[in-house]
């Protein structure tokens, strides 16, 4: 194995999940294309070209039930930022909800927040050699 090149987020509906992690979060979409039955969109951080997100709309009754749901109140993923408070306003003035308030230990500075969905994410900035 190499690399990770995708990771998958379950989604109701591809229009609202595009506007959330495109506008909100400051995603962009790097690949939208329609394979019929399937529609490809991928998401990527503009300063991470490798790794993205593929949000794939839930197309059965199992799936509809777990999108929000995939790891069972875990986080899905840890997105790291060289200044989190920055960061932080940038999303809270775009409405993005944290559900974990802001908290400094460890050598990092982190806070989770949901998607539109309630998948959980952590912004998080590495204040140690670890950062390096």
């Known amino acids: 194995m190499n690399s990770i090149g995708r990771l998958v987020i379950l ?8 506007r959330f992690y495109r506008d909100k979060l ?3 979409v790097f690949v939208d294309s329609e394979a019929p039955p399937l529609r490809f969109v991928h998401v990527r ?3 991470q070209k490798d ?3 593929w949000l794939l709309q839930a197309s059965s009754e199992n799936q509809e039930k777990s999108v ?12 790291y930022t060289d200044n989190f ?4 306003e940038r999303l809270v003035d775009n409405g993005v909800q944290f559900t974990k308030p802001h ?4 050598g990092a500075e982190f806070a989770h927040f949901e998607d539109l969905y309630g998948n959980e994410f ?11």
């Open 85 to 88: 408070q920055s960061e932080y």
């Open 51 to 53: 790794v993205g997100i």
């Open 26 to 28: 400051g995603f962009e």
């Open 103 to 106: 908290r400094s230990e460890a």
């Open 11 to 18: 989604v109701r509906e591809y229009e609202e999940a595009i």
């Open 122 to 132: 952590v912004l998080v900035e590495l204040k140690t050699e670890l950062a390096e």
């Open 68 to 79: 929000g749901k995939q790891t069972a109140g875990q986080p899905c993923a840890v997105i």
């Open 45 to 47: 951080l503009p300063k």
